[in-house]
């Protein structure tokens, strides 16, 4: 089963990334065209990920007992008709309407697919499996800026969300015809998840709070980026498209051998670590001149991102195996629509009451305090990791918490 539907799940999130992709370069751009100032463009962004947010735990507990696919195949036919409709927009309340549609919309594909690609992946390999989710996804959305600033280059911003429309059609495709579909879970465990349980986890605690500071942080960086390139820096929309794209190709070309790393070492040490590599050089974006400063600041940051991000994802797989995998990836994808509904909003108001750079120090300090939050939460894993070794077994310990693996370990 894996061999067979995990290769067309990956077509659909790189089909769909790509078409988020190519309109993320030019969507603070075009709510500029229609009038925004900085706490407009920030609610533009935001709008899609509270919709989002309010979507997920419906869409992730429904798709544990009725399963993936009719989710899935939904979300994909019905972002390729939204995508059209932003050709449609004469003014920035009509933009923010479409906005909130598709960020509702988006709760049933990016966490549905993960969470059906976390239900066949066997277990001890998270690592690998997500950091093949991880590649696909970035190379998508590292492509669609490159793609995203060349057509509007040459053809305008309209073709831009036609290619978008496109792109998500042919993602449809293959699933509806393809994949065959699950009806419901296999185990009792994952027919009726508890988020009860799943908030007394400190692991889970962690990464909510890690997820939801660092998509905070990320899309006050990826919000105000372009805008800070072309006014500060006076670089045309293919190069600001070439700055995005590099960030994300080389994450998602080393997260084919970070994956790996996952499965062998302390996950958690990797995240922390990784943050720490992130996050540091958004201080130093204020302080470029030069395309090739700014391009040498993207691709350091990007391997802070390759080290933390497959141990992030297969915690979050492990937690998933326990509380149910769609309830899980659910609860934590609301974490980064309130850390993507939020961003850009506060990122905004900064940009008006003070600058443009402001939001890079404001960046730089959510990511520091999610990774504080994340290493207080998480402190139990540690023990975990040291139950497996005293015992030898790391599928036991991937399933169960310390307490219990001592238990198992004295009879």
Not at 209 to 229: G, I, K, Q, V
Not at 265 to 277: C, D, K, Q
């Amino acid at each position: 089963m894996t061999k067979k539907t995990i290769p067309f799940l990956l077509l659909a999130i790189f089909s769909t990334m790509l078409g988020l992709g190519i309109i993320a370069p030019i969507m603070p751009l075009y709510a500029d065209k229609l009038g925004a100032t900085g706490l407009w463009i920030g609610m533009v962004f935001g709008a899609f990920s509270i919709s989002r947010a309010l979507f997920i735990p419906v869409i992730g507990k429904l798709s544990d007992r009725k399963g993936r696919k009719i989710f899935l195949c939904t979300g994909l036919f019905m972002y390729a008709l939204i995508s059209l409709a932003y050709i449609l927009t004469e003014n920035i309340t009509e933009l923010i309407v479409i906005r909130l549609i598709h960020g509702a919309v988006s709760g049933m594909i990016i966490p549905v697919t993960r969470a059906w690609i976390g239900d066949i992946i066997p277990m001890g390999s998270e690592g690998k499996w997500m950091g093949y989710f991880n590649a696909t996804f970035f190379i998508g959305i590292g492509v669609g800026p490159l793609m995203g600033g060349v057509v509007v280059d040459h053809f305008g911003m309209d073709a831009a969300f036609v290619s978008m429309a496109g792109l998500n059609f042919l993602a449809f495709l293959p699933v509806f015809f393809l994949v065959p579909g699950v009806s419901k879970m296999k185990t009792a465990a994952h027919s009726q998840p508890s988020y009860r349980e799943m908030i007394k986890s400190g692991m889970f605690k962690g990464l909510f709070f890690n997820r939801t500071m660092l998509e905070l942080s990320l899309t006050a960086f990826f919000a105000f980026l372009p805008l800070y390139a072309a006014i500060n820096l006076g670089l045309s929309p293919t190069q600001i498209g070439m700055l995005m794209a590099t960030n994300l190709l080389l994450l998602s070309l080393l997260q084919l051998f970070s994956g790996k790393i996952a499965d062998r070492f302390n996950r958690r040490a990797m995240i922390i670590v990784g943050n720490l590599i992130n996050f540091t050089p958004l201080v130093m974006i204020p302080f470029t001149n030069s395309f090739l400063q700014l391009f040498g600041l993207i691709v350091f940051r990007s391997f802070g991102s390759v080290i933390s991000l497959p141990a992030s994802s297969a915690l979050s797989i492990r937690e998933g195996r326990k509380f149910g995998m769609g309830s899980t990836i659910g609860a934590l994808s609301i974490a980064s629509s309130i850390g993507m509904g939020v961003g850009p909003v506060l990122s905004g108001a900064i940009a008006d009451f003070f600058n443009l750079q402001s939001v890079f120090y404001f960046s730089a300090a959510m990511g520091l305090a999610g990774t504080v939050l994340f290493a207080w939460y998480s402190r139990q894993y540690s023990m975990e990791i040291a139950v497996d070794g005293v015992c030898g077994d790391r599928k036991k310990a991937e399933e169960g918490d310390a307490v219990l693996m001592k238990n198992i370990c004295e009879t």
